[in-house]
């Protein structure tokens, strides 16, 4: 299941986690966000060794600025607290099953 994340959650939740964790940066107005939304939380739901988060980049706008956030919806993998790799616009399933297990 995907969690909404906010800047305080942030470090304990994705840097300090000795979990990989995809965070996907959206928002409640971009078309794109909301193709995405669905199926990240499908895929999540076959990961359990990955966590998954979302983080509104209305509402945590410093934390977006922080990653370089400039276009949506963008997925950020983390791995032992660093950034594994980037991904930028709507994935397919298996685009995002790939994109997951890199982790892993």
Known sequence: MTKEITTQEFNEKVINSSKPALVDFWASWCGPCRMLSPLV????EQYSEVDFYKVN?????????EYGIMSIP??????????LDESVGVLSEAQLKAFVEQAI
């Not at 939380?41 to 999540?44: A, Q, R």
């Not at 980049?57 to 600025?65: F, I, K, N, T």
């Open 57 to 65: 980049v209305d509402e945590e706008s410093e934390l977006a600025r």
């Open 41 to 44: 939380d499908s895929v999540s």
């Open 74 to 83: 963008s997925l950020i993998l983390f791995k032992d607290g660093e950034v």
